[in-house]
């Protein structure tokens, strides 16, 4: 059974950084694309970041120069460093996977989901 579970949510300052994980169960990692999202309240999910399984990888503009995704296929987990953040990264931060998504960070390429990391940028 397909499973993606976050973890490294929690509460930082602005200018702070956080380190998410994403791991996956039941498929294999190198043969899928693994894409992080992020919704704040009363918005739309965002697409932030993705990873190929070849490793190329992508970034929204917002978060393009701060945000940081890596992959380690061996233990089943990408992850998203996030540094420099701000109050506008605030949201539910979830990890999707697909094996070829078309659009990398459009959610509706997507139909695996984890439940969510709440991250919240605060002074």
């Known amino acids: 059974q397909l499973q993606l579970e976050e973890s490294g949510g929690g509460m930082v300052q602005p200018g702070g950084s956080l380190r998410l994980s994403c791991t996956v169960s039941?498929?294999?990692?190198?043969?899928?694309?693994i894409a992080w999202f992020r919704q704040a309240p009363g918005k739309k999910r965002e697409g932030v970041s993705c990873?190929?399984?070849?490793?190329?990888?992508w970034y929204s503009d917002s978060v393009r120069g701060r945000f940081t995704i890596s992959r380690d296929n061996n233990k089943n987990t990408v992850f998203l460093q996030m540094d420099s953040l701000t109050s506008e990264d605030t949201g539910v931060y979830y990890c999707?996977?697909?094996?070829?998504?078309?659009?990398?960070?459009?959610?509706?390429?997507?139909?695996?989901w984890g439940q969510g990391t709440q991250v919240t940028v605060s002074s």
């Open positions: 999707a996977a697909a094996p070829r998504p078309w659009r990398v960070l459009a959610a509706d390429e997507y139909n695996n």
């Open positions: 990873s190929s399984n070849d490793n190329r990888r």
């Open positions: 039941g498929i294999n990692l190198d043969q899928n694309f």
